[in-house]
């Protein structure tokens, strides 16, 4: 088209709706040995293990419905054959073809020549955007199919002993345990050839096998205190420690101290403190950059900048988004279509390294013997954290803050001022894998456990058990330091959408002879979808009702049944009411996104 103002963007449901289909094979097999002595010179109640594992995961992922760009292209420059030159006068033709027919040569997008007879220009198919149909007849020639095949592999041997040294003092034996461990892992992926032809998927691209080795040793030691004292029916600490030899990321070393204490026989408490490491993963170092289009809210707008309330985002988006030499009057000229770009690995990524403690208080009362209820505080930070930041929040990272994010921006950037009306647009973006600064995390973990026979209830009559339980968190405080250049400023994400203040779950199973039924039910409370703040004069860009997810619910339903001593019949409904999460919720991992189902099941045992 002549005019470059004639801009037109389109996804048309003739084509399909993109979908991929993942087939995943895991091989792993298991062996070893395990023995003990009751004295090995000095050391007691000897026990030890040596055992290997051997795993393979193959995966395929097909997207049966993958456009070529070039013949999408060719097949909507679609024009009146007026001389028929390919025929009949006044049939509708690919350009393409007629340009051919002329003696015309047709380049694809690198510049290579087709030759007169190729596929992609004799078999063009016209097609019409406007409507629905219009790509009925075209669909096989645009589409095509892209597979990916995966394949990731472990080796695992690692050995360990354990047992008693000396009684000191009365309180028990000194314990202590010593081990070691050699892990490699490798991973590998081969995508469909599909030569020079452009497509619009998200599959990765070809990755030959690398991988990774570690080796490591380990040690654990147990002192007892006290036992059987005034206010000490058991007193003891403990420490552990680990040397990591990584052949990535070199060498690490985790330690930590454990305590417990057990005033009385109603109540214990226990404690831990631990630095700790974890190293990136094959997918976070390796994995081949996929093409991903999601739709972005660029901060640089001027609308986008007049509806944010916060003052100080808004004045540092003005400020560096001059600094950008984005002038004041850009208005993102696609605000509803999705951005392209790439997301995949980084094989620069450090480990994550975290610091914890934990305050535990276990109670089990003796006027209620069945009644058993846990209580663990927990805080944890961790530095050099890996996480995928997303285009948008990229986008946000670059302009927000007092000073121009040059990480975030770089990972962002713009089409050209000589871009015509797409000038500044948000193109070709980079998602993936980052070491930022630190994430912190306060809560409390809760469990409560009773179980009881109702047949007591009425006479001792024979009615089965009934096994209640409740197991949840109350999270405290939740914090993202996701600024390379400001570490200190805190986002605050409790409460956001994957982190809600409080959830639990229920249990009530009865059982009776080999029969088991259980109800279980999930509760999460509500959780933020949309920063309310950031609205600004637009008021009515959502119903207050999508301002956060609602208080969501889950139950299920399930049974088992033992048919042998090694093999049982299982099955129920999972979402029994069919529960949905509020509809601007997406896809997020907390809710179940497949409604009511049934599945059934048997398992045995050799």
Request: contains cysteine.
């Amino acid at each position: 088209v002549a005019d470059a103002r004639a801009l037109m963007r389109v996804f048309s449901y003739d084509l399909g709706y993109r979908p991929a289909i993942a087939d995943r094979n895991t091989t792993r097999f298991v062996g070893g040995f395990r023995g003990d002595f009751d004295t090995l010179a000095f050391v007691k109640d000897v026990s030890w293990e040596l055992g290997y594992t051997y795993g393979k995961m193959k995966a395929t992922n097909t997207e049966p419905e993958t456009i070529d760009v070039e013949r999408y292209a060719y097949s909507i420059d679609a024009v009146v054959d007026t001389a028929g030159e390919l025929g009949r006068a006044g049939a509708v033709v690919c350009r393409v073809q007629l340009l051919a027919k002329r003696g015309v040569q047709i380049k694809n997008l690198d510049g290579v020549a087709y030759t007169a007879n190729d596929p992609t220009i004799a078999n063009c198919k016209p097609s019409r955007v406007f409507g629905t149909g219009g790509f009925a007849d075209s669909k096989d020639y645009i589409l095509t199919k892209l597979v990916t095949k995966e394949q990731n592999e472990q080796h695992d041997v690692r050995g360990f002993a354990s047992g008693n040294l000396w009684d000191f003092w009365g309180a028990g034996p000194i314990g202590v345990a010593i081990g070691g461990e050699y892990r490699k892992e490798e991973t590998s992926a081969d995508l469909t050839d599909f030569g020079d032809r452009v497509l619009f998927g998200n599959s990765g691209g070809d990755l030959a096998k690398v991988g990774f080795d570690v080796k490591e040793a380990f040690g654990e030691l147990r002192l007892p205190l006290l036992k059987d004292k005034f206010l000490a029916e058991s007193l003891e600490i403990g420490g552990t420690y680990r040397y990591s030899d990584y052949s990535t990321i070199g060498i690490t070393k985790t330690w930590g101290v454990n305590g417990s204490w057990r005033p009385v026989r109603d109540i214990a408490f226990r404690f831990t403190y631990g630095k700790a490491v974890r190293a990136p993963t094959l997918t976070e170092l390796y994995s081949p950059p996929f093409d991903t289009f999601p739709s972005l809210t660029d901060p640089c707008s001027s609308p986008v900048i007049a509806g944010t309330t916060d003052p100080r985002i808004r004045n540092n988006r003005i400020k560096n988004c001059a600094l950008l030499g984005i002038p004041t009057t850009y208005v993102d000229p696609n605000p509803t279509f999705s951005n392209n770009g790439k997301s995949g690995s980084n094989p620069n990524l450090l480990p994550e390294k975290s610091t914890s403690h934990t305050i535990s208080a276990i109670i089990t009362p003796r006027w209620a013997p069945r009644l058993s209820m846990i209580f663990d505080y927990y805080d944890i930070k961790i530095t050099n954290a890996i996480s995928t930041l997303s285009a948008q929040t990229l986008a946000n990272l670059c302009v927000d803050e007092d000073a121009l994010n040059q990480t975030a921006c770089a990972a962002v950037p713009r089409r050209p001022a000589s871009a015509g009306p797409a000038a500044y647009e948000i193109d070709g973006f980079i998602e993936g894998p980052f070491n930022f600064a630190a994430l912190l995390s306060r809560g409390m973990d809760f469990t409560m456990r009773y179980n009881f026979e109702p047949g007591d209830l009425v006479g001792g009559k024979e009615w089965g058990r009934l096994d209640l339980g409740v197991t949840g968190n109350y999270l405290i405080r939740r914090q993202n330091f996701t600024n390379p250049t400001l570490p200190g400023l805190a986002t605050d994400i409790d409460t956001t959408v994957n982190n809600p203040r409080v959830r639990f779950r229920t249990t009530a199973t009865w059982s009776k002879g080999p029969l088991a039924l259980t109800w279980r039910a999930d509760y999460q409370t509500a959780q933020e979808l949309f920063n309310y703040r950031l609205v600004g004069a637009n008021v009515d860009s959502r119903q207050q009702r999508y301002f956060d997810t609602g208080v969501f619910v889950q139950h299920d339903l399930s049974f088992r049944y033992d048919v042998t001593e090694k093999a049982y019949i299982r099955g129920g409904v999972n979402n029994v009411l069919g529960a949905e999460p509020n509809i601007q919720t997406g896809l997020t991992d907390n809710f179940d996104l497949f409604g009511r189902r049934v599945f059934f099941g048997m398992n045995m045992r050799f």
